[in-house]
Each structure stands twice: as structure tokens, then as C-alpha cells.
């Protein structure tokens, strides 16, 4: 059971990182990585808040629930790697104001909407 949870939240999050992706670059145009820079910082507010939501209802099934939502979903769809590669080709494209925005902005912020939605999920 633990796989089929975790190939289904990993296949949604997939889907809904390529289309929000998609969508974000249809929608503005800009040499930021914007849809990356949106995608991983809504996926840290959405960890957060299900890490909140757990803490608070230990009566749900927390352990399917985070295979589920936390490592499959969020995990597909949130991705380190398109960020660094993006912050590295900004870097070497001589963007080098958005390469530091990006490298400096998407931890802090990460970390900074996690802890909101931890705090949301908490309440």
C-alpha cells in the first residue's frame, strides 16, 4: 500500500508542477525561473501546513497521509535540482542579479512560507 501511495501523490505532484509550471510561463514573461521560484515555494507552505494538520490530528492515518501528500506529492512537486541548475544557467547567461535573487530568495522564503503553513496547519 505504501508504494501505491507514494507513485500516486508522486504522478499528482508531477502533473501539477509541469502544468503550474506551464501556466506561470504562459502567463509572464521573464528570464527569472518564476514557475520554479512559485512551484517550490507553494510546495513549502503545502509541507508545512500537512506537517501542521498532522501534528494536530494524530487520530488521522498521519503515516498514509505523509506518503501520500508529503513525500509523493510534495516531493514531485517541488524540485532542488531545476532550482540549482536554473540559478547556475542565470549565472552563466550574466544574469547575475537574478542568480543571486533566486540562490538567496527561494531557501528564505521556502523556509519562511513552511513555517506559516505550519503555523495555519497548527491552529
Do not use: K
Not at 53 to 58: K, M, N
Not at 67 to 95: D, V
Amino acid at each position: 500500500m505504501s508504494y501505491l501511495l507514494l507513485a500516486l501523490g508522486g504522478a499528482l505532484g508531477a502533473l501539477c508542477r509541469y502544468h503550474g509550471g506551464r501556466i506561470i510561463h504562459r502567463c509572464i514573461t521573464t528570464t527569472f525561473p518564476l514557475g520554479t521560484f512559485a512551484i517550490n515555494l507553494s510546495g513549502s507552505f503545502l509541507l508545512g501546513l500537512l506537517a501542521g494538520l498532522l501534528g494536530r490530528h494524530p487520530g488521522w492515518p498521519v503515516e498514509d497521509l505523509n506518503l501520500l501528500f508529503g513525500i509523493g506529492f510534495c516531493g514531485a512537486y517541488t524540485t532542488f535540482s531545476s532550482f540549482a541548475f536554473e540559478t547556475i544557467q542565470l549565472w552563466r547567461q550574466a544574469q547575475r542579479r537574478h542568480a543571486i535573487v533566486n540562490l538567496l530568495a527561494q531557501p528564505l522564503l521556502g523556509g519562511c512560507v513552511a513555517w506559516l503553513g505550519l503555523l495555519i496547519g497548527s491552529r
